[in-house]
Structure formats: structure tokens, C-alpha cells
């Protein structure tokens, strides 16, 4: 269990080994509301969280937003501005046992203090997606009863994360990335500390690509400022540079990654060809695999183009192909050269809405018995009972072939030429 202890709400940061340097994300967090950065809509003054908490209301809540953008720290002073005990938990290490050692730990505290009424204390459970249902369950009745606070954060959509009995139970907050405004005063904060009396000396070029590089996470642009002015004792662009490693934010099992594909998949649907080449980028800068994104490419080959172009399959088929043989970094030539012919393909869906159309009339209605004309007659006795009798190779009669039950259903609709 990663967790802060029993910490007070006047002290709630992490128990620091000595002689360890605490990193410079922890040194800069905020110790006040009016300290807070980012996240106007909810802490900007007369906005629903900042007004709840200035008038002493304090409940369980959800925090949604991507990395680095002020969850914890929200948490933090929640707990010191209610002047309630706070402990911290990580939900990838922690379990039921330790939510429960939490609660005897408290109720044995509110005991020593011969019954003096405290306010309940805040558990900040982040990841909280990373508890299952019965994890999740456990907390369902301290929450209900107010015996805690519960503020949980997730990267996730808590819609498909969390269970709805606790959801219901707690106020979802969304969080947004930090805007380069958030992350120039983020910057500057930096720069004072580091540079002592003298703020740190920061070129326009710099700045501009630190916005770049920390994506809306405070935490990231503060650990490669660190690490750069550790390294170099300058920020300049050329070092903040050299000492950047992976870019971007993506996350393979989460949101990120289906929105970003789906912005792809939408883009070529659209003959956008700009957009999905950028979504493309986006996707192998930030290390999906290849072979991933040529198999949708193969998808769509069918399910949206289709008649339109029936060798953009073929494409499709050897681009994959080409992407397994090659691999990156030149396999990247090969899927912008496929993506911008999908792009620019005809597209016609009529085959997979024509699948689709059929697939529901075989769900509807089970499976209708197979007209006897159509039906293999390797028998004497087959032939005897109609089996086979009366088909014709060319369907001079124009009859149907499908069941009785649907035989004027229809599906397809043939291309014009």
C-alpha cells in the first residue's frame, strides 16, 4: 500500500526519507486553495467545487482527468482546508485490508480522544479504476454513512470503471489538461525556485516547446525541468531537449487509445486525409504498434469503402503485410501511403449494412428452414422428398431464395454503374 499515514490535514505530504531531496513536483504543491492551478471551471471563484468547499461542504467525489493535472493535489487541500485527517492510498498496491485498517486506525482515534465529535477523514484512493467490484463494494457503506471521505481519482471513464452503487454515492469531477497559461505560471514557479534569488533564465523557444512536450501534465513539464537543470544548470531549448525522452500521452489499454483510433477510422471515413495522417502520427509517435493500426486499416477497407474501390482491400492487405515485413521506423512510409489512397477511395458501406440487415433477420427469426429447391439432394430418397427439385442455375424465374418466412425481405442494393 502506497499511503501517507495517518497525516493530518495540516501536514499531509509524503513522509520523506532523510537526506532525499524531495523531487520538484512535491516541493512546488500548493498549500492553499488560492495556490491551486488549472481546472478553472471547478476552482475558479464562484465555481461549484471552490463555492462547496469555502462553505465547509465536503463529500466523496470522483476526479476524472488525465495525468498530471491537479487530482492529488485537490485532495490534499481538501483535507487541509477541512482540517480533516487525510491518508493517501494507491489502488494498484492497495486492497480491502488496508481500507479497513484505515477505519479501525480511525474509529481507534476518535476513542482516545473520549469522544470528541472530528470531521470524518478524507481517503485519497487513487486509481480507484484499479479496485474490482468487490474492492469497490467494501467502501460502499463508510461512504454512505459518511464515516469517510472518499475522493477518488481515475484516469479512466468512471462510467465503465466504477461501480454504479458508489458512483451514485459520489460527485464526478472532470478534469482538463493544463493550458499553456496553467503551465507558463507553472514554469515560472520553476524557474524561481531553481534560480534562487534570480529566476532561471528561459528563451521564448524554450517556453513555447515545454508547452509541447508537457502536454497538459504539470507533472511531467516539472520532472523534465528538474531533470534538465540537474544535468545542464541552464533550460535551454537545445538541452530541455536532450534530456526529454518519450513524448506525448497514450495509454494502449485506455481512453486515449480509442479516441485517437477513432479519430482515425473517422477522418479516413470522411476523405479527410490531413486529419488522418495526423492521427496516424500521433498514434506511432506515441508507441502504438504498427500492426494494430494496419489491421483497422484492413477493416475499413471493407466496411467502409467496400464496392466503392474493391482493391483498396488489396491495399489494405499488403500495407499489413509490408508493416510486418518491414517494421518501424520505414514502416511508417507505408501506412501514410495507405491511408491517404483509403483516403481519397470512393466509399460505399452497402455490403456491410446489407450483412448487417441479414444478421438481424437471423437473430429474428432462428433458422428458417432452407427452401427446398436449394437443398442438397445427394440421395434417392432426398430427391424423392423435393430436395433439389426445380432449381436453376441462372434464376431465369426471378423466385426467391430466401426462407418462405422473409422471401421479400431484401438487403443489397446494387451499385449503378
Not at 487541500?77 to 491518508?87: E, G, H, M, S, V
Not at 477505519?103 to 470524518?120: F, K
Not at 511508417?332 to 495507405?338: M, P
Not at 452497402?350 to 448487417?356: C, G, P
Request: charged letters at 20%; proline letters at 5%.
Amino acid at each position: 500500500m502506497s499511503t501517507s499515514g495517518h497525516a493530518t490535514a495540516t501536514s499531509p505530504q509524503p513522509v520523506v526519507t532523510t537526506g532525499q531531496r524531495p523531487p520538484l513536483a512535491s516541493l512546488l504543491r500548493p498549500q492553499t486553495l488560492d495556490g491551486f492551478v488549472g481546472q478553472r471551471q471547478l476552482m475558479g471563484r464562484g465555481k461549484p467545487l471552490r463555492t462547496a468547499l469555502e462553505r465547509g461542504q465536503v463529500y466523496s467525489m470522483i476526479f476524472w482527468g488525465p495525468p498530471g493535472v491537479g487530482k492529488t493535489t485537490l485532495a490534499r487541500l481538501i483535507a487541509t482546508t477541512a482540517a480533516r485527517d487525510f491518508y493517501e492510498v494507491s489502488a494498484v498496491a492497495a486492497g480491502k485490508g488496508d481500507i479497513k485498517k484505515i477505519i479501525d486506525d480511525t474509529r481507534a482515534h476518535q476513542d482516545e480522544l473520549l469522544g470528541l465529535v472530528r470531521g470524518a477523514p478524507v481517503i485519497f484512493l487513487d486509481e480507484i479504476h484499479r479496485f474490482n467490484k468487490a474492492q469497490q463494494d467494501y467502501l460502499l457503506p463508510f461512504v454512505e454513512s459518511g464515516e469517510v471521505i472518499l475522493i477518488g481519482a481515475t484516469t479512466e471513464n468512471p462510467s465503465f470503471t466504477i461501480n454504479n452503487a458508489l458512483l451514485s454515492r459520489c460527485r464526478t469531477y472532470v478534469f482538463h489538461s493544463l493550458t499553456d497559461d496553467d503551465l507558463d505560471h507553472i514554469i515560472d514557479q520553476a524557474r524561481a525556485h531553481l534560480g534562487g534569488a534570480q529566476p532561471v533564465a528561459l528563451a521564448k523557444d524554450a517556453r513555447a516547446w515545454l508547452h509541447t512536450y508537457a502536454d497538459g501534465d504539470a507533472r511531467r513539464l516539472l520532472n523534465l525541468l528538474e531533470q534538465t537543470w540537474a544535468t545542464y544548470a541552464d533550460l535551454s531549448l537545445a538541452h530541455a531537449q536532450a534530456s526529454a525522452q518519450l513524448t506525448g500521452r497514450f495509454d494502449r489499454d485506455g481512453e486515449e487509445h480509442y479516441n485517437t483510433i477513432s479519430a482515425f477510422i473517422k477522418s479516413m471515413r470522411a476523405s479527410e486525409t490531413d486529419a488522418a495522417l495526423y492521427y496516424l502520427a500521433r498514434m506511432l509517435q506515441n508507441g502504438e504498434q504498427p500492426e494494430f493500426i494496419a489491421r483497422r486499416m484492413i477493416v475499413f477497407a471493407s466496411e467502409d469503402i467496400g464496392l466503392g474501390a474493391p482493391t483498396a482491400l488489396v491495399v489494405a492487405n499488403q500495407v499489413y503485410q509490408a508493416v510486418a515485413n518491414i517494421g518501424l521506423p520505414e514502416a511508417r512510409i507505408n501506412l501514410a501511403h495507405g491511408v491517404a489512397y483509403l483516403c481519397q477511395c470512393p466509399k460505399n458501406r452497402s455490403a456491410y449494412e446489407a450483412y448487417e440487415a441479414a444478421a438481424a433477420d437471423a437473430r429474428e427469426f432462428g433458422s428458417l428452414e432452407v427452401p427446398l429447391f436449394l437443398r442438397n439432394a445427394p440421395t434417392k430418397l432426398m430427391k424423392s422428398l423435393g430436395y433439389s427439385r426445380g432449381y436453376q442455375a441462372y434464376n431465369d424465374d426471378h423466385r426467391s431464395y430466401l426462407p418462405d418466412k422473409i422471401a421479400d425481405h431484401h438487403y443489397f442494393t446494387p451499385i449503378s454503374r
